[in-house]
């Protein structure tokens, strides 16, 4: 099945979409953005043909049939509910919108459509982290007591419309945090959030975004998880969506990944081989998400990574800016 999409947007990570549009058999038709000299030029560098600078005229040329949204977080939900009405399928950068109200609003969207709604928490599809969540779900390591990742940037980070509140919603929390609370979640079988206390700051940096935090979340499983997320810090424990997870019968991690049990009384390691790979947020799990995206499609029905997800990564997002404004622990609000 080969499929017509176009990007809105032509930063970083829409590059990245480019690509694993190419290598699911798709075919990249258009570019969406208000920069027409930089659209022409990512245009031509991923073999777009045409460029429109909104999204009105892309409906209108009907070049496409899926559209992939990489632009500042608060044009996800206008973008992302446009075409899903006029539609066409979208695939949707994290975090899915600026809140849950919103979030909630692309949903229904999509359902109102019947299209295919993914939103980009990409880790899911990272072989890694889907053989932990299955040795995770076989028992390997007991039931699981609490976890602990990370989401951090140590010694860089972004500028840009990434520190301005009104276009991005939020700081490193809404930024990298996202990717350390939907791993831990994926990893743990995708619990409900019941409650949540964040201390969030900024100590890095000259703007009005939090640049880094701290969050505990309880989920309806009974796990705790702890979560860091930053910018410019000066050390992290381990690379983004690294997460340790502490059970009953064992201790596992994700980047590196290892499981640590004992065997009659004996300390027993499980570390896995994988292919390797040059950078840590490699090619291959965009790839992958492409894949299922466009699996999805073809089928007809919604696969990892769905508005679910998306909805649920923003009410926790919501209820840790809540929490960090009042200093107490809140409940997670759904709707």
């Not at 969030?200 to 702890?226: K, P």
């Amino acid at each position: 099945m080969s499929i017509r999409f176009a990007i809105a947007g032509y930063g970083y990570i829409a590059a990245y979409h480019a690509r694993a549009i190419a290598a699911a058999g798709g075919t990249l038709t258009a570019v969406v953005g208000r920069d027409a000299e930089k659209a022409t030029a990512f245009a031509r560098a991923h073999g777009a043909a045409d460029v429109h600078e909104g999204l009105d005229a892309l409906i209108a040329a009907e070049q496409a049939d899926a559209l992939v949204v990489a632009l500042p977080n608060s044009l996800h939900a206008p973008y992302a509910q446009r075409a899903l009405a006029a539609g066409l399928h979208v695939l949707l950068e994290k975090p899915m919108a600026l809140d849950g109200v919103q979030a909630r609003a692309i949903a229904r969207a999509a359902r109102d459509a019947d299209r295919r709604l993914l939103v980009g928490h990409m880790w899911r599809f990272d072989p890694q982290a889907v053989w932990l969540r299955d040795r995770v779900a076989a028992g390997d390591i007991g039931d699981v007591v609490k976890t602990k990742a990370y989401g951090i940037h140590t010694h860089w980070g972004p500028g840009g419309w990434f520190v301005d509140p009104e276009l991005a919603g939020g700081g490193a929390l809404i930024d990298m945090g996202v990717h350390a609370i939907d791993t831990t979640r994926f990893l743990l079988g995708d619990p409900k959030p019941v409650t949540v206390y964040a201390h969030l700051e900024t100590r890095f940096g000259a703007y009005a975004v939090d640049d880094m935090g701290v969050i505990v979340i309880g989920w309806d499983n009974g796990v705790t998880s702890v979560v860091e997320s930053g910018w410019w810090n000066p050390h992290m424990d381990g690379p983004e969506a690294s997460t340790q997870l502490f059970g009953t019968r064992g201790y596992a991690r994700l980047f590196p990944n290892e499981i640590r049990t004992l065997v009659d009384g004996a300390p027993v390691s499980v570390v896995p081989t994988f292919e390797p790979r040059t950078e840590h947020c490699a090619q291959e799990i965009y790839d992958a998400q492409m894949a299922a995206f466009v699996a999805s499609i073809a089928s007809g029905r919604d696969g990892e990574a769905g508005a679910d997800v998306g909805v649920t990564i923003m009410d926790i997002c919501d209820a840790c800016y809540r929490s960090a404004a009042s200093r107490e622990v809140v409940r997670v609000v759904a709707g």
